[in-house]
């Protein structure tokens, strides 16, 4: 599964967790260069070797990358989207 919740909160905001595939729209860009649904951001990128790593808007996105975001619970699919892509 690409998609783990982790963690709900209070306020209505979700911790996921995304494993990005190759063929995801997101793989070269920077994190500046992705269209997330309003509110939501990545937290933090854990690489395939399992090195984390808080991003700026600089950091390049790559296949394997495990990316924990915060955003609202109702924003689940644009997110999907944005980091996995359609199926």
């Known amino acids: ?7 709900q909160l209070a306020s209505g905001l979700e911790l996921v967790e995304f494993k990005l595939p190759d063929r995801s729209p997101a793989v070269g860009r920077s994190v500046r260069e992705v269209f997330l649904p309003p509110e939501s951001l990545i937290a933090l990128i854990v690489d395939p070797g399992g090195v984390p790593r808080i991003p700026s808007g600089e950091t390049r996105l790559h296949a394997g990358d495990a990316l924990v975001v915060v955003s609202p ?3 689940q699919e644009l997110l999907r989207e ?3 892509g359609t199926t």
């Open 1 to 7: 599964n690409q998609m783990i919740p982790l963690l």
């Open 73 to 75: 619970h109702d924003s």
């Open 82 to 84: 944005a980091l996995i």
